[in-house]
């Protein structure tokens, strides 16, 4: 077909790709379902309230300063705060009103496209330590007491 297509024509295009079920992996299926049921991604992601590697100064910093990396991320009365030295990530989960549970401690999962996941448990003060942080991308999910925090992907 050549050139601009009616609604007609785009949803018999469409109707043809959904039946060819077998090219599609059921992981690739899964990931894109959730991707489209997903649709209110900005809402739900934490904001990146600071990044060291931002700050004024951070671009005539040499790549190999060996000063710690820290970030900061915001959402769902959840404040997710980080430091990243090396391999070693130290970090802090705080709750702001009603959200925090004291009496739950929060869990923080570290994803990596390419990897395996690393995991921790916070203390009763929210503090928790990654060991085995290698530079990439990752996303951070942080749960407790029924609310979760969600960080957009950011590279190491």
């Known amino acids: 077909m050549t050139g601009p297509l009616d609604d007609d024509e785009l949803m018999a295009l469409l ?12 992981r690739r299926r899964t990931a894109a379902k959730a991707a489209f049921t997903w649709r209110s991604v900005d809402a739900e992601l934490a904001e990146l309230l ?6 004024a100064g951070a671009a005539v910093r040499s790549a190999s300063g060996g000063e710690p ?22 970090g802090q989960v705080i709750g702001t ?3 925090a549970s004291a009496v739950e401690p929060a869990s923080v999962l570290l994803e990596r ?5 690393l995991s921790a448990e916070a203390d ?15 996303r951070f999910m942080v749960e407790q007491g029924g609310w979760s925090l969600t960080t957009p992907w950011v590279t190491l």
Do not use: K, M, Q
């Open 113 to 117: 496209p390419a990897a395996e996941a």
């Open 124 to 138: 009763a003060a929210g503090f928790f330590r990654l060991e085995g942080v290698r530079p990439g991308t990752v």
């Open 15 to 26: 109707g043809e790709a959904v039946a060819e079920e077998a090219a599609v992996s059921d």
């Open 50 to 55: 600071h990044d060291s590697a931002l700050d």
């Open 97 to 99: 009103g009603s959200a």
């Open 69 to 90: 990396r820290t970030l900061s991320f915001g959402h769902s009365g959840l404040t997710l705060e980080v430091e990243i030295d090396g391999e070693t990530l130290l």
